[in-house]
């Protein structure tokens, strides 16, 4: 029977952009450029890699976001995902985890799953817990924060790099995974893969056709309010030394007047 | 006073810093309640009443070390019951931060990640966040439910104050899904000696300019003279010069020390990301449009196999 793998893609405003809020406090999408989170490229390389050493196995990449998400989906077929889906409506505009995880979940599920595998962290939200939420919504497995990952009989196995120690995992498949960026480099996508991520299936979904009421999301609906996003005073401008041979002892200087000597 | 549940991260017992800033941050809010999971409890009791704990709710079973994230979350969530708190308050830590998450979804409840700092409000805790790279500062509150709020290392100055921290078993009964990912094997990571990264109160960090494995020694020389703790770009890590777990940025550790020093860091977002925060922030470059600069207190234009090792000299000389 095929695999059917899920992978999860975040669309999101590039870092090196001038990231910021906009006046509802949310997330000035439209000033900066977006792009699929690169972290997420892990989370397709792995569905990749893993289709690979499947007999049969079909990858769907779904995204939850504005119109221009549409770009991260590409992005992602053009690596070598097979179809895509986009869940896009007016009413999803400021949504926080607890919404984008409800909706993912249902998304999940209509199309159907073995696997899920999401990337470690968004680059913008950076929460790092929509995998965990994931799983605990859908009923199943978690295998998280993974920098090795397998599939083979119906398990999922992988190595968790923990703060104190380095794990083995192992659970039943269905189960949501998420990958590190120790994972392994994601490739580029070849111009053979362009040409043909232009003719993949991009279906795309609004909360009604996943049965999902308006107010369970959004702005409105979010457990968790911003109340004032400030940006960070610029540092006043530090001391900068040359160094012609001292260098190291003016550094010790300062670190004694700052009280860390 | 409500009551405030505060989840404990120890090593057998031995409760970890950000734990204690956990205490003093929730007795802002409410009366802490320490909840111990796993072996070592007796030992961790002493500590957490000294910082405020007015209660510590304990419980050991095989589970929580056999199976991954959900056996805890089965735990916290009984003692939830069993409290009726007015904020649930985890460290920032990836596990900390998954239990959370689960936690928060299970009781109904909005969750804030990587809180830098917390206040009572008219409604409820309000969370400060450092985001897009510590490039702004966002408060924000819980609407919906038990706020269940995760916090950064290095967010509060511990302060000792002394409570009952009465020790009470909790019940708890695992759910279908605790026994869902089973941990096959565990290799302890071995200790460098030295002060655990994110908790360290400096950090010397050495990126691509350390230029090999070999030349690590300059950045770990000056760390010790210092006793600091050692980090290291992704650039280091992927070279394979430096291991990941002192990877300091977006994807490593994200780091808030009195004082950072980045030398051959040439400061990439996604390094600020992990150490913007940092209270004085010291380079050492050798080229003078390193973008790292337009961040430090002080910087030095210079080879840092010139610098750091005068540095060092000087910084052992002066302590004697
Ligand atoms: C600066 C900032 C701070 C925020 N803080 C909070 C907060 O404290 N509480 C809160 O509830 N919300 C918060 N949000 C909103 C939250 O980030 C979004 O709701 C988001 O979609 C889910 O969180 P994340 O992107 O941080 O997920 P993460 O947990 O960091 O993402 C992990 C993985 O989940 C998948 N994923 C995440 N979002 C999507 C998506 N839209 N479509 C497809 N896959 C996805 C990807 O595989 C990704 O790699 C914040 C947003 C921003 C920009
Ligand atoms: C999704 C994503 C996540 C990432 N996460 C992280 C992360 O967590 N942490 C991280 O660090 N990076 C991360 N990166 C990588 C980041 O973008 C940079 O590539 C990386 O930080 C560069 O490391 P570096 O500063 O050591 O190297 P470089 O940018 O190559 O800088 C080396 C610097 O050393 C200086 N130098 C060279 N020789 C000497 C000398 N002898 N004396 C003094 N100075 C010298 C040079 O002038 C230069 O400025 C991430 C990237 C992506 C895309």
Redo the contacts between chains.
């Keep these: 029977m095929s695999l059917r793998i899920v992978v999860c893609v975040k669309y999101v405003p590039d ?2 952009g001038d ?3 906009a006046e509802d ?1 949310t997330v000035d999408r439209d000033d900066v450029d977006g792009l699929l989170s690169e ?1 997420d490229e892990y989370a397709v390389e792995q569905a990749l890699q893993i289709a690979d050493e499947a007999d049969e196995a079909e990858i769907t990449v779904l995204t939850v976001g504005p119109e221009d998400a549409k770009d991260a989906l590409r992005k992602a077929l053009s690596m070598g995902a097979d179809k895509a889906v986009h869940v896009e409506d007016d009413d999803l505009h400021g949504t ?3 919404g984008t ?1 409800l909706v993912l979940a249902k998304a999940v599920e209509k199309i159907g799953y073995d696997l899920v595998i999401c990337g ?2 968004s ?2 939200g ?5 995998p ?2 994931l ?3 859908l ?7 993974l ?1 090795e990952v397998s599939v083979e009989d119906g398990r999922v ?1 992988g190595r ?13 498949l269905p ?1 949501v995974v998420s990958v ?3 994972s392994g480099e994601a490739r580029y996508p070849s111009f053979k893969g362009i040409m043909a991520a232009k003719k993949k299936p991009v279906e795309s979904w609004d909360l009604e056709d996943l049965e999902i009421d308006a107010d369970a999301v959004g702005l409105e609906g ?11 005073p610029a ?1 006043t401008a ?6 012609e ?8 200087e ?3 007047g ?1 009280k ?2 | 006073m409500a009551e405030v549940l505060v989840y404990v991260d120890h090593v057998d017992g031995a409760v970890r810093k950000p734990t204690l800033e956990l205490l003093t941050l929730a007795r802002r809010i409410g009366d802490p309640v320490a909840v111990h999971l796993g072996a070592g409890a007796d030992a961790a009791a002493g500590v957490l009443a000294e910082h405020g704990a007015v209660k510590v709710l304990t419980a050991d079973a095989p589970e929580f070390a056999d199976y991954l994230v959900v056996p805890k979350v089965d735990a916290v969530a009984a003692a939830y019951q069993a409290v009726s708190p007015v904020a649930v308050l985890f460290p920032s830590s990836a596990e900390g931060k998954e239990i959370a998450a689960r936690l928060a979804v299970r009781i109904g409840s909005g969750l804030i990640t990587d809180a830098v700092d917390l206040e009572a409000g008219d409604e409820g805790p309000v969370a400060t966040q450092s985001v897009f790279a510590a490039a702004f500062t966002t408060r924000s509150t819980v609407t919906k439910g038990t706020p269940v709020i995760t916090v950064k290392p290095n967010s509060a100055a511990v302060e000792a104050a002394p409570a009952a921290g009465a020790v009470e078993q909790l019940e708890v009964s695992f759910g279908e899904l605790a026994t869902g990912t089973k941990v096959v094997s565990r290799t302890p990571r071995e200790s460098t000696g030295r002060p655990e990264l994110t908790e360290a109160a400096i950090v010397v960090s050495g990126g691509r300019g350390v230029n090999g494995a070999e030349n690590f020694p300059v950045i770990e020389a000056l760390a010790d003279s210092l006793g600091a703790a050692v980090g290291a770009s992704r650039a280091a890590v992927d070279a394979g010069w430096y291991p990941h777990t002192a990877q300091v940025g977006q994807t490593g550790k994200s780091v808030s020390p009195q004082l950072y020093i980045a030398a051959g860091i040439s400061g990439a977002i996604q390094h600020r990301a992990g150490m913007q925060t940092s209270k004085t922030i010291v380079a050492i470059n050798k080229d003078a449009e390193a973008p790292i600069f337009e961040l430090v207190d002080y910087g030095v234009v210079g080879d840092l196999f010139d610098v750091v090792p005068q540095l060092t000299e000087e910084v052992k000389a002066r302590k004697g």
């Design positions: 870092a090196t990231r910021h809020f406090l972290l926080d985890v607890m995880s470690m962290a680059t913008d950076n929460m790092g817990v929509l965990a939420i799983a605990e919504r009923g199943v497995p978690q295998v998280t924060l920098s196995t968790r790099d923990g703060d104190t120690a380095s794990e083995q995992l192992e659970a039943a189960a590190t960026d120790q979010a457990w968790t309010k911003v109340e004032d996003a400030k940006e960070r540092r530090g001391t900068i030394v040359k160094d041979g001292e260098g190291g002892k003016q550094l010790a300062f670190l004694a700052q860390f000597i």
